[in-house]
C-alpha cells in the first residue's frame, strides 16, 4: 500500500501504479490510438480555458454536492466505464463500487468488467450503479444483458457508440496485449519484474473474463475467448432507429457516450434518450478527434437545460471538473485516474483520489466566488482568444 500522504494528485498515484503494474498493462491504461495526438489534445485544452475568479464573496460556507441524472450526488463526478481492470488489481470493479458508493457518487460498470451485474449488485446494494453497453451483432446478447441490468436496479443504461471501429494502439500491438499478454520472452521478463503483481493478480485472483458477456455467448468465455468474441462481434450499424429500440426497452435513465457533436446531440434527444456522455474515450479510438471540452459550448447551446450532459476525458483535476461545469456539464466521469488509483492501492486508492478530486473542486468553487456548483456558468471562464466581453464558443 502506498503512504497516501504522499500521493497528492492523478499523476502521483500513476507513479505508485507504475511501481506496481507490469510495463504492458501500464501502456494499456496509458495509451492512445496510433499518434496520440487525441490523448495529448485531450488535457491541452484544460490550458486554454482561464478562470475570472470573484472575490469579495461570502464563501464561509459551501456545497460540492450536485445532481446526476436527476438524484443527488456528493459531488459532480462519477467513475467512468473502465474494462480490463481485473488485470490492474484484483476485484477491482468491486473496490471501485465499494469507494464510490462510500463517497456518495455513481458507478459506471463496463460490459467488458470482470464481475457479473448480479454479484457487484449483491455486493454493494446501496451503491448506485450505472451499466455501460457495448452493441454487439447477437441481439441476443444485448437484450439479456440489458435486462439483466434492469433487474438488478442498475439506474442507467450508457451506450458507447465511439468503439465501433477496433482502435489501433500502437502501444497494445507492439506489446502483444489485447486483454491477455502475449508470452514473449520480453513479456515474460516484465511481468516477473512486477512479483506483487504475479501475486495478487494472477496466481490469487486469476482473470475472470467477461463474465456478462459470457452469460449470453459461451463462445466467450475465459480472458482469451472474451476478448476475441469482443473484437469479432462488435455492431457496426447501430444507428438512431436502433437507439429508439432500445429506449422502448429501457426504463431508466439512457444515455449516448461518444458523442461531440452538437446535431447528433440533438438526434440523441429526440430519440427520447436522457443524455450524452461527451467523449472521445480518452483518445483511445479516433485519433485526432476534438476534445469534448473543446466541443462542449456549442452541445451546451443546442441541447443545454434539455438533456443530461456529462463529459470524460482529460479530466484529471478538480480545476479540470469546474472549467466543464462552467462550460455546461452536469457532471464529469474520471477515467485513467481511478485505473492508477486502484492498481495502487484497490478501494483505499480509489477513496484517495475521490478525496483529493472533491478537495479540489472545493478550493476551485472558493476562489471562483461560489457556494455551490449550480452558481457556475461561463461568466467563470475566459475562453482562448476570446476578449471578457466576447466570452463566445470556440476554445
Ligand atoms: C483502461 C481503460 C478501459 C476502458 N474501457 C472502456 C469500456 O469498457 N467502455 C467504455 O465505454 N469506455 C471505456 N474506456 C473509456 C473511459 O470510459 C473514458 O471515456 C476515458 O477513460 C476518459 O478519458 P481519461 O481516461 O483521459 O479520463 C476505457 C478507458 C480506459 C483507460
Redesign the pocket.
Known sequence: MPNFAKIHNAEDLRRAAAAYLPAPILD??DGGAEDETSVRN?RAVFERVRFRPRTLVDVETRSIAATLLGKPAAAPIGI?????LSNFAPAAELAMARACEAAGIPYCL???AGISIEDLRRAVPGARLWY?L?VFQDDAVNDGIVRRAQDAGYDAM?V?TD?HMGPKRERDRRNGFALTLERSPRNVARVLARPRWVWDVLIRAGLPGMPNLAAHAPEATGNLAATKYFIANRRRAFDVAQLRALRRVWKGKLLV?GVLRADEAVQVLEAGADGIVM?N????NLDGAAAPLQMLPEVADAVGGRMHVLI????RRGTDIVKALALGAEGV?????A?YAVAAGGEAGVAHLIGLTKDEIDRTLGYLGCTTVDQLGRDHVLLDHASPGRNEPGL
Do not use: E, V, W
Open positions: 494499456f491504461i485531450n467512468a466505464p473502465m474494462g480490463g463496463s460490459t467488458a455501460q457495448y450508457i458507447t468503439t457516450k467523449s474515450h480518452g483518445g483511445r470524460d476525458s482529460g479530466f466521469l474520471l477515467g485513467r485516474p485505473a
